[in-house]
Each structure stands twice: as structure tokens, then as C-alpha cells.
């Protein structure tokens, strides 16, 4: 009774605010509905049909043929092709993702520590990749790697080496490759973190007397925790999909997801193969994505 | 409170490192000079801080007293000079082998840990006895008075509550030399006059040594056993508070320390010339040589009197306008190009465009040629 009556007092002492409070819930959605619309129409939809394909059937050498088999998965994970690829493209990722933060974590504590006219040069530094397509640095690294390469020349002409060598097509030069495309986002990312921290705070664990190793592990590292999560993941999936870089700069035998998946497309034109590969491709990569973040926010909340 | 005293006080005397080497001076600084390019920042500067010494650098900005202190933390080095701390050389050491703390004026706390964590972290870095890092913890957050904000993150306190944290943090490591970098400077009026009583309160405590910067005089009246007043990278002067303010060395001291009315006159055969050559109506009782001079008068000093009165110096001028300033009215007075104004807590008979005299007695006048 007495429930019932401060209930009816309630609605009669706060009729409006009820009412207005559910006008603003809609604002959200629609400041994001044409961001929003974008990525389902543009991602989402291509995403679900490339799922739909994958299932697809594959009979006489037709792109596809409408249908439903498991049959491409189950090729996927049991022909050696195919799971040697998969491994070897998560293998060369993890390592040239690891190779792209720690360089780019060099670079941007050098870029955010040194003084403004050095932060430019650094910048400018990062920014020129960015402007060079992947096919014009492919062809850059084919004047750089060979034995009559500039890398060959400068070993030999500066003594460290007596005979020419080449490192083209190797894996080694197909890591390079990777590392230099992923490091000016990485670079990017970790500035960006490191700009947010205050510079002072690395005078006054020196003052407290932390020597610079450990103001390091102490300060600096637990600060950018997070900068070099998302620095990591953003490498991964760069390293992951890439697909010209690899195939050019690596051996013949260095078969990446990238690569089969152009040659099931365009060469076997067994499209729900491809297809199939593209979704272990885009699920593999948001595992790892939920992962890193999922390290994040345990973080996350002195960020605030 | 007496017992709150007892037990802060071992908080420093039970440290043999303060005792042993009470005879000599906790931080000597000897000819220091730090140039940046061509700018010279700190030039020649010579500072001793004795034991328990509250000595204060205070000057207008890009003085060189945040350059001094940073030369003394070794977050800058010196170009030539030496600086000892317990009479030991440390110009060559980094700021980690030097006994110093400081309290930045962003406070500088670690984000992402705890109050508790940030005022362990320089025992910590000592390798202090975990049992003995918890209870020093405890003493030094019971001093500033922040009690039960040991696991808040820095992010969850107040700005004065922050500064309380750094203070803490570096009176814990009982440094040889505390040193203060404006750490009351990003707060707000109140919040700093609360503050630096309470600064003025531990130092009385605890008689911790320490540099103090500072461009609020204010605060450094209120706070120093010494103040050193600074100008261009060198130290115009050093004493006490009060002979800074009274006796001044010279003419920047007199005119950074406290307001002034400024008398740019020129003297020629028994008259007085303003800076457009035009004659003004100044009676001095005691005649300066010809001459430019300037002098100077405190506006509290000075007198609007009615046109009898006898008084040692007169100046004749016109009321221009009247400010009220709360405890004061101020009274802008033109001679000439001359601009002065007195303040006095009444309002005047007079208006402006009256014709008044300022009067002023002998000692409350600095002349400078």
C-alpha cells in the first residue's frame, strides 16, 4: 500500500523527466547511423556474403555452384597446403609485428624525447612510406636486396664482406618488407600515447631515485602498456592480410593466406575456397584483436 | 597535537644521516652558470641552505631560479661551479645518486599507482624493509593529513589533494634537500594560502631543509627564513624576509618586492623636470644633486594632504581617477607626465580634476640616479 502510494507520488511529482529522458537515448544513433550505415553496407554485407560463399559448392571448374558443403573448411585444416600456409602467415605476422612495435617504440620514445626540431625529422621520417605505394617500395626493394643491390654493395664496399650476396627473395627480405609497412603505424600509435604522458614524471622517479632502467620498467612501460597493445594488434592485422609485399620480396615457396587465397581466386577460380580462407583469414584476426584487448582493459582505468 | 608532534618529529631526527652532519651546511651552491646557447640562464650563482633552512628563490619569470633548482636536482647540468650537498661534490651525479626530492607544480604523480604506491616508490627505490616501508608510508600520509586515500589512483584526487601526495612522496625519503618548483602555483587562491600554511607548518615540524621557487612574493615573505631575489640568472640579494622588504639592495629588489609609485624627474638649479622637460612642483626635504633620478615611494605611504599640512616631501598634481579596491580606495594622481597613486582607507573629500599634494616622510622615499 505504502509502495503503491509513493509510486503514484513519484509519477505525479516526476511526470516530465520521464518523458524527456527518452528523447536524448535516441541522439546516440543517429549522430552514429551514417557511420554506421557505412560499415554495415560497405563491410558487413561483403562479410556475409563472402561467409555464404565459403559454403558454396565447387564442380567443374565453374567459380561456384549454389549449395552447402563443409567440404572447403574441412580442406582447409587437413590438406598441408593450406595449414602450412595459415601457419607460416601467423608465424611471419607475430614475428614482424613484434620486430614493428619494439623499432616503432624506439623511434617514437626518440621522436617524443628529443627536441621539437628532431620530432619533425622523425615524423617526416614515418610519414614517407605512407606516401609511397606498396608497389613502388616493392620496386625499391628490388634495388636494395640482389647482388648487384645497394645492400650488397655497401656490405662489400664497407668491408664487412668479401664476396656479393643476395638477400632477394628470401623470407628475410619478405620480413624487412612487412616491418617497413607496418612501422609508421606503430610509430603513430605509440607518439600519440607517449605525447599524452607528462615528461615530468620521468625527472621525478630519477629524483626518487630510480635510475633510468628502472623509471623504465616503473613508469614507462606500465604507461604505454596499452599504446603498444594496440601498436601490436594494428602490425598483426597489416602483417596478416597483406598479400603483394610477401609474394614479391619472399622465396617461391613462401606460400601466405594472401597468396593462395589470390591463386584459388584468380587461378583455380574455385571461389568458396577462397572465400573459406578469407573467413579463417578474418576470424583469426579478430581473435587476436579481442585478445590484445581484452589485456587492455584491465587497464584501462587510470586512463580517465 | 602534542603527541602528532612527538611522532612526526622521528620522522626526521631518527634519521642518523640528519644528525651526523648537522654541523654543516645541507646544500652549498658555488659559482654556478648554465647557459642554453647564447640565452644565459643561471649566471654565477652562489647559495648555501643551512640545516632546517627555508630559503626561497623568488624573481620574475625567466629569472633562472627554476634553472637553479633544476641544476641542484641534476635534471640540468652545470657549465662551471660545484653544488655539495652534506659537503659532498654531486655536480657530476645524475638526479637518482643525489639526495634531493622535489615537488613538481604538476605534482608529477605516477597515474597508474595508488597514493599508497606513489609516496613508497623513492623507499622502495632505496630498497627500505617492506614491514619499514608500510609504516613510513603511513607516518608521511598521517602528516599531510590525507589518512584512508591510500589505494585512490592520483586521477581520483583533488589538485590541493595531489600536491598533498607529491609532499608526502618526497618527504618520506628525508632528502638533504627538499626542493619546491612553484608546486602552489596551478592551484587556486584559497586552496594556496591553505597550502602553504601548511608547508610553513612542516617545515616548522619537522625542520626540513629547502629551496623553494617561487615568482609570488607572497608566499615567499610568508614562507622563508631566507629569500633570494633573482634577476637575469644572477641573485640581486639574499637575507631575511623582512630586510629584503625594508632594506632592499637595490633598485630591482625594491621595485619586484611589493608596489611602487615610480618619479622619473630630472633636477636642474632648484627645479624639477618631468621626462617631457616640463617643470613639476616637488619639494624634497632633503635636496638630491642635480640630475635624472627616479624614485620610488610605496603607495601606502603616500598621503594625499590638504594644502597647509607641513610635511618633508610634496608633490602637486591632479586627481585623475579613483579605484576602490576593496580594503583600500586608490588614488591615481597626475603631475606633469607623472603617475602616481596612494592608497588610503577612507574615501577622499577630493575629486577628480582637484588639485591635491602628496606628501610622504624621508625613509618612506628610495632615490636611485
Known sequence: MTLARADSALAQAEPRPA????????????????????????????????????????????????????????????????????????????????????????????????????????????????????????????????????????????????DKISLMYTEFAAFVGLVYITLPYAFFILLSILDGIDRQMLESSADLGASPVVTFREVLLPLTRSGLLVAFSQAFIWAMGIYATPSALGPDTLWTMGFLIQEQMLGKHNWPLASALSMVLVVGVALVMILTRSLMSRQAAYHV | MAGRLAHVADCFEGDPKVSAAAAGAALEVERVRRAYGAVVAVDDVSLTVGRGEFVTLLGPSGSGKTTTLRLVGGFEGVQAGAIRINGARVDGEPPYRRDTATIFQSGALFPHKTVAENVAYGLRMRKAPKPEIAERVARALDIVRLQGFEDRFPSQLSGGQKQRVALARSLVVRPAVLLFDEPLSALDLSLRLQLRAEIKRLHDELGFSAIYVTHDQGEAMAMSSRVAVMN???????????????????????????????????????????????????????????????????????????????????????????????????????????????????????????????????????AFQ
Not at chain 1, 33 to 46: K, T
Not at chain 1, 92 to 104: R, Y
Open chain 2, 232 to 366: 637575469r640568472g644572477r641573485i640581486e640579494q639574499i637575507d631575511k624576509p623582512e630586510r629584503v622588504f625594508h632594506e632592499p639592495a637595490n633598485e630591482f629588489v625594491y621595485t619586484f618586492i611589493g608596489e611602487s609609485c615610480r618619479m622619473d624627474v630630472r633636477l636642474e638649479n632648484g627645479r624639477t623636470l618631468d621626462p617631457q622637460g616640463r617643470p613639476v612642483e616637488l619639494r624634497l626635504a632633503a635636496p638630491l644633486p642635480d640630475g635624472a633620478w627616479r624614485l620610488y615611494v610605496r603607495p601606502s605611504r603616500l598621503k594625499i594632504a590638504g594644502d597647509g599640512e607641513p610635511a618633508p616631501n610634496r608633490l602637486r598634481g591632479t586627481i585623475h581617477f579613483v579605484e576602490f579596491l576593496g580594503d583600500v580606495f586608490r588614488t591615481h594622481v597626475k603631475a606633469g607626465a607623472l603617475e602616481l597613486f596612494a592608497d588610503h582607507p577612507g574615501r577622499l573629500q577630493q575629486g577628480p580634476g582637484d588639485v591635491v599634494d602628496l606628501v610622504w616622510a624621508n625613509e618612506d622615499m628610495k
Open chain 1, 19 to 162: 518523458k524527456t529522458s527518452r528523447r536524448p537515448n535516441l541522439a546516440p544513433w543517429l549522430l552514429l547511423s551514417p557511420a554506421l550505415v557505412i560499415v554495415l553496407v560497405f563491410f558487413g554485407l561483403p562479410t556475409l556474403f563472402m561467409a555464404r560463399m565459403s559454403f558454396n559448392l565447387h564442380i567443374d571448374q565453374r567459380l561456384y555452384v549454389p549449395g552447402f558443403t563443409f567440404e572447403h573448411y574441412r580442406t582447409l585444416f587437413t590438406n598441408p597446403i593450406f595449414t602450412g600456409a595459415i601457419w607460416t602467415t601467423a608465424q611471419l605476422a607475430l614475428l614482424s609485428s613484434l620486430a614493428t612495435v619494439l623499432i616503432g617504440y624506439a623511434f617514437a620514445l626518440l621522436a617524443w624525447l628529443k627536441p621539437a626540431r628532431w620530432r619533425l625529422l622523425f615524423i617526416g621520417l614515418a610519414l614517407c612510406p605512407l606516401l609511397i605505394s606498396e608497389i613502388a617500395i616493392i620496386f625499391g626493394w628490388w634495388m636494395f636486396f640482389p647482388k648487384n643491390g645497394l645492400l650488397s654493395y655497401a656490405l662489400v664496399s664497407s668491408g664487412l664482406i668479401t
